[in-house]
T-cell receptor, first 115, second 114 residues
Framework: AQSVAQPEDQVNVAEGNPLTVKCTYS??????LFWYVQYPNRGLQFLLK??????LVKGSYGFEAEFNKSQTSFHLKKPSALVSDSALYFC?????????????FGKGTKLSVIP | DAMVIQNPRYQVTQFGKPVTLSCSQT?????MYWYQQKSSQAPKLLFH???????NEADTPDNFQSRRPNTSFCFLDIRSPGLGDAAMYLC?????????????FGPGTRLTVT
């Protein structure tokens, strides 16, 4: 079974400060990891993904995430937060393997960027 | 340009009255998904189609069914909605290949059961 943990229900950060949204995962096998963002009453939008290779992945809107296999983590980061980054962020994992489409999401972290 | 479209955006139905939610895509992706998202919870996969092959998650209730008449359209049928089925229903699509492609989500349909 695969699972994702986002230990913080909410993260508050001042505008202009760096932000981190934490994610740890558990899978049997090699993981594919994703970050999505959800604005109120909207569907999820893809931010970035890790498949293989460089542990530092860069994505949309200036976000990046670092894959750490030893710590089974995939934390989302941004050097300088914007008020418009305020949203709900979901980490997701999918196990590598043919025919495997199930994407398991964490429960989400609400990010609030304070002006 | 809208890529994954869901209709209606808001649906109110009565307890036990069948309801159908629709999803269409302009991406020509061969995989389509339906998720249920309850308030303040993670999206939960109900089922997915790989082309016309239907794949049901083990814990998806029999009350939920789906149809995919062609590549572009997919429907979610709830045969007898209960109060516990009130949720946001998200449709998503993705390409298929040797490596995982990201999923593209529609805006969702918020279902209210009265």
């Amino acid at each position: 079974a695969q699972s994702v943990a986002q230990p913080e229900d909410q993260v508050n950060v001042a505008e202009g400060n760096p932000l981190t949204v934490k994610c740890t995962y558990s899978v049997s096998g090699n993981p594919y990891l994703f970050w999505y963002v959800q604005y109120p009453n909207r569907g999820l939008q893809f931010l970035l993904k890790y498949i293989t290779g460089d542990n530092l992945v860069k994505g949309s809107y200036g976000f990046e995430a670092e894959f750490n296999k030893s710590q089974t983590s995939f934390h989302l980061k941004k050097p300088s937060a914007l008020v418009s980054d305020s949203a709900l962020y979901f980490c997701a994992v999918r196990v590598a393997g043919a025919g495997s489409y199930q994407l398991t999401f964490g429960k989400g972290t609400k990010l609030s960027v304070i002006p | 340009d809208a890529m994954v479209i869901q209709n209606p955006r808001y649906q109110v139905t009565q307890f036990g009255k069948p309801v159908t939610l629709s999803c269409s895509q302009t991406l020509n992706h061969n995989v389509m998904y339906w998720y249920q998202q309850k308030s303040s919870q993670a999206p939960k996969l109900l089922f997915h189609y790989y082309d016309k092959d239907f794949n049901n998650e083990a814990d998806t209730p029999d009350n939920f069914q789906s149809r995919r008449p062609n590549t572009s359209f997919c429907f979610l049928d709830i045969r007898s909605p209960g109060l516990g089925d009130a949720a946001m229903y998200l449709c998503a699509t993705s390409r298929d290949g040797p490596l995982p492609y990201e999923q593209y989500f529609g805006p969702g349909t918020r279902l209210t059961v009265t």
